[in-house]
């Protein structure tokens, strides 16, 4: 149980297009979903919580224009990167709760951006 | 001072040895408390949870908490070269609303 999936697992594409990222609860209903960047051999860092049906809350730091974020359903959480830009590639983890924040997460498989 | 506290490593054990990982916290309130598994290349693995003080076993692993020394660790029994990994302690914790904050991690190396 608890499994969470996420598409497309990489990417390429060139600088200036924007790239949309998929998250999904496939066993369980998601009222918590969360997305992480990770560049290589550091930390993960918390981008935004979100929330279905709600605007998703940013850490600071994050531009939420850039790292657009929609929770439209209980299973799904997207992720746009728009105006892409090399240093935007990273390694983009999404993870989904069973409740806000407390309980236990459960991460995808993350997608590797690399922009050109 | 980070909220949440690991050794980076790495820390190098033999094979069928006792892996000892530690990781301590600064908000008292916290009530929840993990351990996820890092491959290389790879999103974290949920392999521990515990929310009461004292021990907590799963097979290999044992989690002990002490909230009174803000102190959780893992222990991996007879380790395997396919324990080696990054493992992240990560602790539910109050600021403005509960969040989920993660160590940095530590590399933990097997060797056969």
């Known amino acids: 149980g608890a499994v969470v999936s996420q598409h497309p697992s990489w990417v390429i594409c060139k600088s200036g297009t924007s790239v949309k990222i998929e998250c999904r609860s496939l066993?369980?209903?998601?009222?918590?979903m969360f997305w992480y960047r990770q560049f290589p051999k550091q930390s993960l860092m918390l981008m935004a919580t979100s929330n279905e049906g709600s605007k998703a809350t940013y850490e600071q730091g994050v531009e939420k224009d850039k790292f657009l974020i929609n929770h439209a359903s209980l299973t799904l959480s997207t992720l746009t990167v728009t105006s892409a830009h090399p240093e935007d590639s990273s390694f983009y983890i999404c993870s989904a709760g069973l409740a806000g924040g407390g309980s236990e997460q459960y991460f995808g498989p993350g997608t590797r951006l690399t922009v050109t | 001072q980070k909220e949440v506290e690991q050794n980076s490593g790495p820390l190098s054990v033999p094979e069928g040895a006792i892996a000892s990982l530690n990781c301590t916290y600064s908000d008292r309130v916290s009530q929840s408390f993990f351990w996820y598994r890092q491959y290389s290349g790879k999103s974290p693995e949920l392999i521990m949870s515990i929310y009461s003080n004292g021990d907590k076993e799963d097979g290999r692993f044992t989690a002990q908490l002490n909230k009174a020394s803000q102190y959780v660790s893992l222990l991996i029994r007879d380790s395997q070269p396919s324990d080696s990994a990054t493992y992240l302690c990560a602790v539910n914790a109050y600021t403005g609303g509960f969040k989920t904050i993660f160590g940095a991690g530590t590399r933990l190396f097997v060797k056969a």
């Open positions: 066993d369980f209903q998601a009222t918590t």
